[in-house]
Nanobody, 125 residues
Framework: QVQLVESGGGLVQAGGSLRLSCAASGRTFSNYAMGWFRQAPGKEREFVAAINWNGGSTYHADSVKGRFTISRDNAKNTVYLQMNRLKPEDTAVYYC??????????????????WGQGTQVTVSS
């Protein structure tokens, strides 16, 4: 098992920035690819970004490409999501997730084995 705890959410004005962090404990962090998802009220949980085990490969959803960047620091057992030029439609609870595939970058939430509790991001217009 791996335990995931997100932090860094909050209230920000449109055009602003936030950096989310997800700290992992338990199993070896570098055994997992990692992903970020988000869920707005009344909507399905959707893919945001994914990163492979060593950070050498990343993938971002079209809706955030060029604005958000996923990264990881295996020495700190942490994955990050840098969010710039935030829009009101980015408002959601953001979740990090761990994927045992290690190498493949999955966009489907069913491929992820472990989830954090989420952190709220609210972008005001």
């Amino acid at each position: 098992q791996v335990q995931l705890v997100e932090s860094g959410g909050g209230l920000v004005q449109a055009g602003g920035s936030l950096r989310l962090s997800c700290a992992a404990s338990g199993r070896t962090f570098s055994n997992y690819a990692m992903g970020w998802f988000r869920q707005a009220p009344g909507k399905e949980r959707e893919f945001v970004a994914a990163i492979n085990w060593n950070g050498g490969s990343t993938y971002h959803a079209d809706s955030v490409k060029g604005r958000f960047t996923i990264s990881r620091d295996n020495a700190k057992n942490t994955v990050y999501l840098q969010m710039n030029r935030l829009k009101p439609e980015d408002t959601a609870v953001y979740y990090c997730a761990a994927d045992r595939s290690r190498v493949q970058l999955h966009v489907s939430k069913v491929e992820y084995d472990h989830w954090g509790q989420g952190t709220q991001v609210t972008v005001s217009s």
